[in-house]
Each structure stands twice: as structure tokens, then as C-alpha cells.
């Protein structure tokens, strides 16, 4: 499975980004799928998390009520609405994919990684 990331770059504060991310490939059994992002000198961390059908969503508590993901399983795509953007929300954005997996909040339980998009947000 490919991925390959779309959609960053620089924002004012308050502004809006949609980050894509187009999967190719084997996407049959692609269960879960992520955003994942890091900052310069940080560790990469989940910003959200969608099962496979769409029907469940997590996202990490600083970005609740802002950032909203979707997917298409039909055209092989997944989605990161960002809204209310803020220059802490600064950093390489990453989509994953997990490999049959229901459920997947944890860098390791993902299998496959996009090549990152960077978000830049300025005050």
C-alpha cells in the first residue's frame, strides 16, 4: 500500500487546511487509517483515527472540536479538515494505514506511512 500525502502548507491562525492523503496498491484489507503529526524535535503523535468503515473517530484532545477526518473507501482516500488552526498545530503531518486492523491509535500498530506534509502555521 502506497500513500501519498496532499494539501499543507502556510496558514494564518485561524485558518483552515484540508490535508489529503491517496492510498494505491493492495487497499483491500486496509483496516484503520491515521494522521499523525510531529513537530521539529518532538515525537510523532496521533491527531486522529478512523475505522474502517467511518463510523468511529478519535482524535487527540488539543485538536477536538477543531480538525475532523473522513474516508472514501471507493476512491481510496483519506481526509483532515482543519479549522481554527493555531501556530502550536506547526509540524510534518503523516497519514498511516494499518494492515487489517480494526482499531489503531499507536505508531507501531501501523503498517503503512505516508512521506509527510508539512503544516505551517503562522501567529
Known amino acids: 500500500v502506497q500513500l501519498v500525502e496532499s494539501g499543507g502548507g502556510l496558514v494564518q491562525a485561524g485558518g483552515s487546511l484540508r490535508l489529503s492523503c491517496a492510498a494505491s496498491?493492495?487497499?483491500?484489507?486496509?483496516?484503520?487509517m491515521g494522521w499523525f503529526r510531529q513537530a521539529l524535535g518532538k515525537e510523532r503523535d496521533l491527531v486522529a483515527v478512523?475505522?474502517?468503515?467511518?463510523?468511529?473517530?478519535d482524535y487527540a484532545d488539543s485538536v477536538k472540536g477543531r480538525f475532523t477526518i473522513s474516508r472514501d473507501n471507493a476512491i481510496n482516500m483519506l481526509y483532515l479538515q482543519m479549522n481554527s488552526l493555531k501556530p502550536e498545530d506547526t509540524a510534518v503531518y503523516y497519514c498511516?494505514?494499518?494492515?487489517?486492523?480494526?482499531?489503531?491509535?499507536?505508531?507501531?500498530?501501523?503498517?503503512?506511512w505516508g512521506q509527510g506534509t508539512l503544516v505551517t502555521v503562522s501567529s
Open positions: 496498491g493492495h487497499t483491500f484489507s486496509v483496516g484503520a
Open positions: 478512523i475505522t474502517r468503515s467511518g463510523r468511529t473517530t
Open positions: 498511516a494505514a494499518s494492515w487489517a486492523t480494526e482499531w489503531a491509535t499507536r505508531v507501531p500498530e501501523y503498517d503503512f
